[in-house]
């Protein structure tokens, strides 16, 4: 998932495990340069080659903000409700 607060954004990618054939309980995340709503629109395969740096792990339940949908990228706006 793609999330932006305070001018930045953030890419929360929930991987699947093979070996223990779910998704992992965390949440690894990313810092991204701003990026066009076309790059976003798209595949988010890869896009953490594209981080500016690698962050702390979140648990599935610890996410700071509600996850509405892909298409709100706000986290802001998505807390304020």
Same mark, same amino acid.
């Given at each position: 998932m793609?999330?932006?607060?305070d001018?930045?954004? %953030? #890419? #929360?990618? *929930?991987?699947?495990d =093979? =070996?223990l054939?779910? %998704?992992?309980? %965390?949440y690894e +995340?990313?810092?991204? &340069? @701003? /990026?066009p =709503?076309e790059?976003?629109?798209? *595949?988010w +395969?890869? /896009?953490?080659k594209?981080a500016?740096?690698?962050l &702390?792990n +979140?648990? @599935?339940?610890? @996410? &700071? #903000?509600e996850? *509405?949908?892909?298409n709100? &990228? =706000?986290?802001d706006?998505?807390? *304020?409700?």
């Amino acid at each position: 998932m793609i999330a932006q607060r305070d001018g930045n954004l %953030y #890419f #929360f990618d *929930s991987r699947f495990d =093979d =070996d223990l054939d779910c %998704y992992l309980e %965390y949440y690894e +995340v990313w810092r991204l &340069p @701003l /990026l066009p =709503d076309e790059r976003l629109a798209g *595949s988010w +395969v890869g /896009l953490e080659k594209l981080a500016l740096e690698r962050l &702390p792990n +979140v648990g @599935l339940r610890d @996410l &700071p #903000f509600e996850v *509405s949908s892909r298409n709100t &990228p =706000d986290a802001d706006a998505a807390r *304020s409700k």
